[in-house]
């Protein structure tokens, strides 16, 4: 859906994009106010510039119009710009200084790109930032200003005997998601009616009823906000199976100009069209906001011929099939040596003896003493934003994961560790929901499911990656999970609280049950797990949310 702006409004945006016209553009705003206005975004059906127009523009805190005094901003060609530009050039490129690249930085919004796109671009775990638009909070049965459902036409497919077929799957889903919508919301009221939920009071943090809520009017309308916000949300996350792969989403992005050439990169050097569209329209709004560290990123013939190698490695030595297992999670490696090389981790910054002296030391310690450590180094913590310390760095494990398209996409986000991930695929099978078979929706959900997996098998053998366009946020992929201690500690605590999806709490609650079942001391160091099931799990978050958004003035 192209927006359109009044002369009016086109005047008032020019200053603050590089561009009022195409999906892909770059933000000429501070960035504490850039980055308020991507995370508005993703809860928003709006573009970014509308966004910015309804909500941020005239915003007198804001003052955006005076900071600019109305006008275009200084000229690229202004001395003091091309004396910049000029330095950058001179060591960057005169002395192959990369770390100069790290030094300044770019907002970048990427809208109308499909997930297999989204996935590509949020691959990038160091120096740049992703913020994509939610499938909790944004209905996706929108359809664009020619009538059609918002998924990507890929340029392979539509040109092959494949179109018709890619056509009436992905309209099919779309269909189904949207007829489903509305009933699925009701389903939920009467399911978990609000007067027999349990609310929190969001001052006092104290039980509440419902019908204690209606004694006081706030109460009750924040009570009855969030509780319609939160029924939305669970209806979205229960029908986001139907979304598949090619559903186009809007991404935002912050980064450095080091992170940002590696990705132009790797995106012109993927086989996909779209990767290497998207990366000429990213490159071409970068050259307008920090041209001189993206000027080297090009088509890497290292990448491209890497993975035809590997891929025709797979085809000559791995002819067996693969092993049938459902297990969620599985922990491959781990170090047997973990609790000992932790302790000595935790003495090493305050001692001056060498790292393997105190190894040994910890080796010799009694459970009783190591123990007494481990609790002196961690107890003190006392809410999950209180991060362990560093030496919890020094312990690693491997997990193989199977799990839906979906959740995937929620536990990708994080940075600091290694994941490697599989192509999109119908070959694991799917999940199903149990509030799709309690609404008496099942049969229609297995036949989307059974035409998807059909059409895939169909398009596998003519289009290898562009396949993955079809396959729906309920089918399984796998992919591993590489990372120490404490990051694990941060994945655990942050991805079991009450508003966390229901499948992904499921798969880090898992993780943890593997790590508690070879390192129970170890174990110890997440206090802040939530090992609990729940059903509208978001609720007092919605409530403290508009608990908050009271206060504000008018």
């Known amino acids: 859906m192209r927006d359109e702006f009044t ?13 009022l016209d195409k999906p892909v553009f770059g933000l000429k705003l ?32 804001l003052a955006l119009k005076e900071l600019l005094g109305g006008e275009q901003p200084q000229s690229d060609q202004s001395l003091a ?24 930085g770019a907002h970048i919004a990427c ?17 740049i930032a992703p913020l994509e638009k939610s499938t909790r909070y944004v209905r996706f049965d929108q359809k664009d200003e020619h009538g059609e459902y918002l998924f990507y036409r890929e340029p392979k497919i539509m040109a092959s005997p494949h179109q018709s077929a890619y056509l009436e799957a992905l309209n099919l889903l779309f269909e189904t998601y949207s007829r489903q919508l509305d009933p699925m919301i009701e389903f939920v009221k009467r399911s978990l009616p609000i007067e027999e939920i349990e609310l929190r009071d969001p001052q006092t943090g104290g039980s509440l009823s419902y019908a204690d809520a209606q004694r006081d009017e706030k109460l009750k309308q924040w009570a009855e ?27 935002g992005l912050f980064g450095v100009g080091q992170a940002f050439e590696y990705l132009l990169t790797k995106l012109y050097s993927h086989e996909l069209i779209e990767a290497k569209n998207l990366a000429a329209t ?23 011929e890497t993975f035809s190698a590997t891929h025709a490695l797979v085809a000559k030595f791995v002819s067996e099939p693969p092993t049938e297992t459902r297990e969620a999670v599985a922990l491959i490696d781990y170090e047997p040596k973990a609790e000992e090389n ?89 999940d199903t929901p149990a509030e799709i078979a309690e609404a008496g ?45 404490r990051e694990a500690v941060h994945i655990g605590e942050l991805r079991t609280m009450p508003q966390g999806h229901p499948d992904y709490r499921f798969i880090v609650q898992e993780m943890w049950r593997k790590i508690q079942k070879v390192h129970p001391t170890l174990a110890e160091c997440a206090k802040f797990i939530d090992w609990k099931t729940y059903r509208l799990g978001r609720l007092q978050s919605e409530m403290r949310s508009e608990y908050r958004k009271s206060a504000l003035p008018k």
């Open 7 to 19: 002369a009016a409004e086109a005047k008032s945006l020019a200053p603050f994009f590089t561009n």
């Open 30 to 61: 501070p960035q504490e106010v850039a980055g308020a206005l991507f995370s508005r975004y993703s809860r928003s059906t709006k573009s970014l510039r509308r966004t910015f127009l309804d909500e941020f523009l005239g915003d007198p805190e």
């Open 81 to 104: 710009l091309k004396k910049a530009r000029a330095f950058y050039d001179r060591v960057l490129i005169g002395y192959g200084d990369d770390s100069v690249a790290q030094l300044g």
């Open 111 to 127: 809208e109308k790109i499909s997930n297999v796109a989204a996935n590509l671009l949020e691959d990038a775990r160091i120096g």
């Open 225 to 251: 906000s969030a509780y319609r916000a939160t029924v939305r949300a669970q209806a979205c996350d229960v029908l986001r199976g139907y979304l598949p792969a090619a559903t186009l989403t809007n991404v």
């Open 282 to 304: 990213i490159h071409r709004e970068l050259d307008k906001l920090i041209p001189s560290f993206v000027k080297r990123a090009r088509p890497s013939e290292y990448l491209a």
């Open 342 to 430: 932790l302790i000595a981790a935790i003495l090493y910054p305050q001692s001056s003896h060498p790292l393997e002296q105190l190894k040994q030391l910890a080796a010799k310690l009694s459970h009783e003493e190591r123990t007494r450590i481990l609790d002196e180094y961690l107890k003190r913590r006392r809410h999950r934003r209180d991060k362990p310390g560093r030496a919890l760095e020094q312990v690693y494990y491997t997990f193989d994961i199977l799990g839906n398209l979906g959740l995937y996409r929620d536990l990708h986000r994080h940075r600091i560790l290694t994941q490697e991930r599989q192509s999109f695929t119908t070959t694991h099978g799917y």
């Open 441 to 485: 929706f099942k049969a229609d959900f297995d036949c989307c499911m059974e035409k998807a997996a059909a059409l895939y098998e169909k398009i596998l053998p003519d289009f290898l990656l562009e396949a993955q366009y079809v396959v729906p946020f309920a089918y399984k992929i796998r992919w591993t999970m590489k990372m120490n201690l």
